[in-house]
């Protein structure tokens, strides 16, 4: 069984700039998550997805942006990116209806602002 | 708010040593509790997990953690390291109201010297 994939894995974008990073869950899962990783917060919790519905979201700006596709791929997006938006994103998928936190994780997408 | 802390941030060991690294978290109700582990160069990916039921548990690769509820810990333990267990340690929580919500602690960076 294929795991979690994340596109791209690498990618430079400049202040002001948008970005959208793109997630395919394990096949048969529908929960997909998104975590912020950096070096001075750690992993932090973006959004949660299940068919189609943001179930749950954590304390970030508006600027970042998700949706789920029928075919339970995700994409994030963040606008008017900032150079503290540098991170490893990370997507985490699970077959579970109801989260339980255990969750499987791609390899994650590098964002570098410059 | 619910917290996690893990109180090493870099422990280094030789083979053969034994491990305990600390998790302890902040939150009164009924968690779901875990270690997730990074491999140089991998995914994050689930080492053990406590639901409910016996407060040891066992993991892959000959981890365990002890869930001790009137002191807010979940300790991960080995009683033999390897070199191969050199890899970042995160300890995570989550309630079952927030569903794939994990708060994760800051890491723990074990380097294991052969």
């Known amino acids: 069984k294929a795991g979690v994939t994340q596109t791209p894995r690498y990618l430079i974008k400049t202040r002001g700039q948008q970005v959208t990073l793109s997630c395919s869950p394990i096949?048969?899962?529908?929960?997909v998550s998104w975590y912020q990783q950096t070096p001075g917060q750690g992993l932090q919790f973006l959004f949660e997805?299940?068919?189609?519905?943001?179930?749950n979201k954590g304390n970030f700006p508006g600027r970042f942006s998700g949706r789920q596709f029928s075919n339970s791929r995700s994409e994030m997006n963040v606008s008017t990116l900032e150079l503290g938006d540098s991170a490893l994103y990370l997507c985490?998928?699970?077959?579970?209806?109801?989260?339980?936190?255990?969750?499987?994780f791609g390899e994650g997408s590098r964002l570098t602002v410059l | 708010a619910q917290s996690v802390s893990q109180h090493n941030h870099h422990v280094i060991l030789s083979e053969a040593a034994s491990l305990e690294l600390g998790c302890n978290y902040s939150?009164?109700?009924?968690?779901?509790l875990f270690w997730y582990v990074q491999y140089p160069g991998q995914h994050l990916q689930l080492l053990l997990k406590?639901?409910?039921?016996?407060?040891l548990v066992k993991g892959i690769k000959g981890f365990e953690a002890e869930f001790i509820k009137s002191k807010f810990s979940f300790n991960l333990r080995k009683p033999s390291v390897q070199w191969s267990d050199t890899a970042e340690y995160f300890c995570?929580?989550?309630?079952?109201?927030?569903?794939?919500?994990?708060?994760f602690g800051q890491g723990t960076e074990l380097s294991v010297k052969p």
């Open positions: 985490a998928s699970t077959q579970d209806r109801v989260n339980t936190g255990e969750l499987f």
């Open positions: 096949s048969g899962h529908r929960s």
């Open positions: 997805y299940f068919s189609e519905t943001q179930r």
């Open positions: 939150y009164g109700g009924t968690v779901n």
């Open positions: 406590y639901f409910s039921g016996d407060p």
């Open positions: 995570a929580v989550t309630t079952y109201n927030q569903g794939g919500k994990l708060i």
